[in-house]
Nanobody, 120 residues
Framework: QVQLVESGGGLVQPGGSLRLSCAASGKIVRINTMAWFRQAPGNQRELVAELPSGGSAEYGDSVKGRFTISRDNGNNTVYLRMNSLKPEDTAVYYC??????????????WGQGTQVTVSS
């Protein structure tokens, strides 16, 4: 069973930066979308950024201009660079991959989540 393993979360002061990484524990073929979601206590999970294969990145309105998503297809890894962090960015961040089987059936993979806390 392939798992997504996240790293890079932690405690950072407002205005600081972090880089999250998410790598698959095994080979996943035909990955289409790689993305990051987050969920703060009492809130629904929301899309932070997504990057389709061969496409352009899309960002949630609250992170545009501050966060950057990138991917390394050869290593089945996705990154999220977070700059100018704000207390409202505090949440558990989850990575997400969507691949397709040979029959075109989508298959979803989720990471276990990594905590990001922005506080002075």
């Amino acid at each position: 069973q392939v798992q997504l393993v996240e790293s890079g979360g932690g405690l950072v002061q407002p205005g600081g930066s972090l880089r999250l990484s998410c790598a698959a524990s095994g080979k996943i073929v035909r990955i289409n979308t790689m993305a990051w979601f987050r969920q703060a206590p009492g809130n629904q999970r929301e899309l932070v950024a997504e990057l389709p294969s061969g496409g352009s990145a899309e960002y949630g309105d609250s992170v545009k201009g501050r966060f950057t998503i990138s991917r390394d297809n050869g290593n089945n890894t996705v990154y999220l660079r977070m700059n100018s962090l704000k207390p409202e960015d505090t949440a558990v961040y989850y990575c997400y991959f969507q691949s397709k089987t040979t029959l075109g059936i989508p298959r979803d993979y989720w990471g276990q989540g990594t905590q990001v806390t922005v506080s002075s």
